[in-house]
């Protein structure tokens, strides 16, 4: 028979337990609302006479590209370089999905990150559109390394989400792009530096077309 004391201890334990499998939500971690609101909002862009109107719609050029590099495995620099054009104009996230230094896995502190990204994505407004994760590292080691650990962030944060969401991977696009754009270039070394940034690059019925 269990004692109280016994009884006690060992539910102490198994609570302890419990709460070191719980990664909390980190205080600048979007919620899955705040994530679907920046995914739809129009993007603004604004005049050489200083007004602001909403960007221009994809034009038949843009969406035979983006059906293109839907079956595409591996990006070239131009494929890139075009990818990073049109997010120009697309409604983007920069989400901290951070990695440990010289990582492409996702780190506990992620976790939570990720699983409100999966739900917006997967989301009655968002569901079926095709979204870019664009895979960033800080400043330190050389370009071609980076460039390698950016792609492979970008794919781990993409398997994360056909794995754990069902969404598919045709839908998903991902690309690296190194230390090309530093989210902290005042520090090129900073964490954040080393995260996915993500973009809603077109409705689900407008790339079909």
């Known amino acids: 028979m269990v004692s109280r004391k016994q009884f006690s201890k060992q539910f102490a334990l198994a609570f302890l337990a419990l709460g070191a ?17 920046k995914l ?10 200083g007004q602001t109107a909403a960007a221009p719609a ?18 070239s620099v131009a494929d890139r370089e075009q990818v990073a054009s049109i997010a120009k104009t697309r409604p983007t996230v920069d989400l901290e999905i951070n990695f440990d230094y010289n990582s492409a896995s996702v780190s506990p502190t992620a976790e939570p990150q990720l699983h409100s990204l999966g739900k917006a994505l997967t989301s009655a407004e968002l569901a079926g559109s095709v979204f870019m994760l664009g895979g960033h590292t800080d400043a330190k080691g ?12 970008a794919e781990t944060v993409k398997k994360f989400l056909t794995e754990t969401y069902k969404i598919p991977a045709e839908n998903l696009v991902s690309a690296g792009y190194g230390e090309t754009d530093l ?13 996915v940034q993500i973009v809603n690059m077109a409705k689900n019925e407008t790339a079909s077309k």
């Open 183 to 195: 989210k902290n270039k005042a520090d090129p070394s900073a964490a954040e530096n080393r995260r």
């Open 40 to 49: 739809t909002a129009p993007k603004l862009t604004r005049s050489l006479s």
């Open 142 to 153: 050389t370009d071609g390394y980076n460039q390698s650990l950016s792609e492979r962030r």
């Open 21 to 37: 499998l719980a990664v909390p939500a980190l205080a600048g971690d979007l919620t899955d609302k705040q994530i679907i609101d």
């Open 58 to 75: 994809l034009n038949a050029n843009d969406v035979a590209f983006i059906n293109r590099i839907r079956k595409t495995r591996s990006l």
